[in-house]
């Protein structure tokens, strides 16, 4: 196993439990205590974690909370129509596209009403909601268990379902973005459906605003290469965009009014 993949699994963990020991880490990934020493000194030295005698704890910022989706459809309204406007550019009739239960993306969803001879997939109850009466759209909804706080379909009825498609292009939202750690969010559940649906596309697109940025949710779901188009609102740090762009991430900036 080559180091970056290992590192990708010991952050892995890391999301799910916290605190490991290095007697795990050589278990899980067959790699010597030398190595897996190695493999925390640079972990550590990026900031994602703090090694203890016989293991390390993960330095992520953030806890699993997570606001209700009533509260974040409420906030930051003008920079998420921004995004969505731009992202809107990125679909065209004859796509078929994944959209994923994000608030974000739900303005996005409310753009594409017109279009033609596009096939969405979601796991979003607003978005199929939405698209209901759209006589161009053609809308096919996962199925799952209903996050009611975060109105969010996962569990092993959606991870089912992805696991059988392949769509030209998934846009999915992002509640914490860091250019070293990666894509992370506040719940495995929704770690583990946001890794399937990035495995399903052929272009992966993400949005997300500026609060985003610099920060580590509680669930890893992968390094910043798995997506290829970021749209973000002018409000984000030049420093985040260039880092991104270096990471040869498409970053497409919509200018809020």
Known sequence: MLAEERRFRIREML??????????????????????????????????????????????????FQPAYETQLGTRNKE?????REAAKLIADGDTVFLESSTTVFELACLLCQRNRVTVVTNSPSIVCELQQSSGITVLCTGGDLQKDTFYLSGDWARHA??????????????????????????????????????????????????KFGTQGFAFVGPVSDIDVLVTDSGTDARHIEQLREAKIDVVVAEVK
């Open 80 to 84: 998420k129509k921004a995004i969505a």
């Open 15 to 64: 999301s799910m439990h916290r605190t490991v020991t290095a007697a795990e880490l050589c278990e899980v990934l067959g790699a010597t205590p030398v190595t897996i020493r190695r493999d925390l000194a640079a972990l550590e030295a990026q900031g994602l974690l703090v090694r203890s005698h016989g293991g390390a704890t993960s330095r992520m910022s953030s806890t699993n």
């Open 162 to 211: 992805l696991s059988e498609i392949r769509v030209d292009k998934a846009v999915i939202g992002v509640s914490a973005i860091d250019s070293a750690y990666g894509i992370s969010t506040s719940r495995q559940a929704e770690a583990q459906i946001k890794r399937l649906i990035l495995k399903a596309a052929k272009t992966r697109i993400a949005l997300a605003d500026h609060t």
